[in-house]
């Protein structure tokens, strides 16, 4: 039988504020090595204006009957696109990247039945999901989009055939604050934060947020880490910490 291990755990927060719009992860996954738990990458620059931030399937490693494996990181191909990414990137040229070398992978190694349920370890019908914030060009306007891979799912005899579909993207309103992942681990609604007033107190805001993950063992087991924080300002794209 053809098994499939999925590297997940994510919280990725956006902030608008007076002073900027943040963008944060942490580093926390839970497939692999121990050693290497806190080693994931979740949140990118994309240009000079714009912000990518990954949740779901960080990484998928197909094993088939006779040993064979193979591995897809969509955390390590957000990455390139991130490099590779012009001045102007679009949401739909991110999506475009990510579901061609998805694809790729999906047709050659998941065409056969898997054993086991790929939504039961992404919790959802869509393998990853990609938050990209970013300044538009010329106007100087906030976008806020969310990219998902969505895919179904069939029980059969031998397993679970499951069938990729093309990338959706659904704007969110970059006015107001969103969480994307485990948001169940913060304990508060999403939308619902403290009023923050200056560059201090959002930090101090982000860091109380994560921290209230590590009150259930189930929670800090998939989230913590350091934390990454970006700011889209007026000059542009960058990172805090």
């Known amino acids: 039988m053809t098994t499939l291990a999925v590297w997940t755990g994510t919280l990725i927060l956006f902030l608008p504020t007076q002073h900027g719009f943040y ?10 090595p121990a050693a290497e738990a806190d080693q994931a990458r979740k949140i ?5 204006s714009a912000v990518c931030a990954i949740s779901g ?3 998928m490693t197909v094993t088939r009957p006779n040993g064979e494996a193979a591995t897809f990181d969509l955390s390590a191909g957000l990455e390139k696109v991130a490099k590779d990414a012009p001045p102007d990137l679009t949401p739909a040229q991110v999506a475009a990247a990510i579901y061609a070398d998805l694809r790729t992978f999906w047709v050659q190694y998941l065409a056969s039945p898997i054993g086991a349920p790929l939504s039961s370890r992404t919790l959802a019908r869509s393998v990853s999901t990609i938050l990209v914030a970013r300044r538009l060009p010329g106007s100087g306007q906030m976008e806020l989009v969310q990219i998902q891979f969505p895919f179904t799912e069939t029980r059969v005899d031998k397993g679970w055939v499951h ?6 993207i659904h704007p969110a309103d970059a006015e107001r604050p969103l969480a994307q992942g485990k948001t169940e681990c913060m ?9 923050v007033e200056t560059r201090e107190e959002t930090l101090a805001t982000i860091d109380a947020l994560y921290t209230r993950t590590q009150s259930d063992s189930y929670c800090k087991s998939i989230i ?3 934390v990454r924080v970006a700011v889209i ?9």
């Open 187 to 195: 304990g508060i609604r999403p939308d619902e934060p403290p009023s």
């Open 233 to 241: 300002d007026v000059e542009g794209a960058r990172w805090l910490r």
């Open 23 to 32: 963008v944060t992860a942490d580093s926390r996954h839970d497939g692999g």
């Open 224 to 226: 913590g880490g350091p």
């Open 57 to 59: 399937a960080l990484r």
């Open 44 to 48: 990118f620059l994309c240009g000079p």
């Open 163 to 168: 069938e990729l579909r093309p990338p959706a």
